[in-house]
């Protein structure tokens, strides 16, 4: 930028866009300085190099207003997580599945965990009926990422919006 081109010639290019053409970078910084605008070097590897006028300040506001208004529209979902155990009734399974569903609304993806304790470990039949019956409870609403994966004593699922 201004001071900082290192190049003898330069081919420039006006604030309004019009390429003004090829010239020295004395009469260029002159050209933009008249302006009181800055000369700002583009492209440094074409030859020669090309340097636009125009206000760097403003340029600089203006970039980081799009970066904010890109984050700003960016969609946003998380991961929560549930956890049932292979013995947990019908009652509770609703209150979870009312849950699951206050999540999904809201465009979060929910891991549904079951944890094995002990014995229980022999439950499998049992869970997976489980976590079947919550298949079936939110179907309305979600659908299955990741089907049931058995790791070690935990069972994961991941459930998202339909």
Do not use: W
């Amino acid at each position: 930028m201004n001071k900082g081109i290192r190049a003898r010639e330069v081919r420039v290019i006006g604030a309004d866009g019009e390429q003004i053409g090829i010239m020295p970078i004395e009469e260029a910084l002159r050209i933009a300085g008249g302006d009181e605008l800055d000369l700002v070097e583009v492209s440094p590897d074409a030859k020669p190099p090309v340097c636009k006028i125009m206000d760097y300040g403003k340029y600089k506001y203006e970039l980081t207003k799009q970066k904010q208004e890109a984050k700003r529209k960016q969609k946003t979902s998380q991961i929560k997580e549930i956890k049932v155990r292979p013995k947990t009734d019908i009652g509770d399974l609703k209150t979870k599945v009312r849950h699951i569903e206050k999540f999904i609304s809201k465009n979060d993806k929910v891991k549904i965990t079951l944890v094995f304790r002990g014995r229980e470990f022999k439950l499998r039949e049992q869970a997976n009926a489980i976590l079947e019956k919550i298949v079936e409870m939110t179907e309305d609403f979600a659908q299955v990422e990741q089907h049931p994966k058995f790791e070690g004593r935990v069972i994961t699922m991941l459930l998202g919006p339909k």
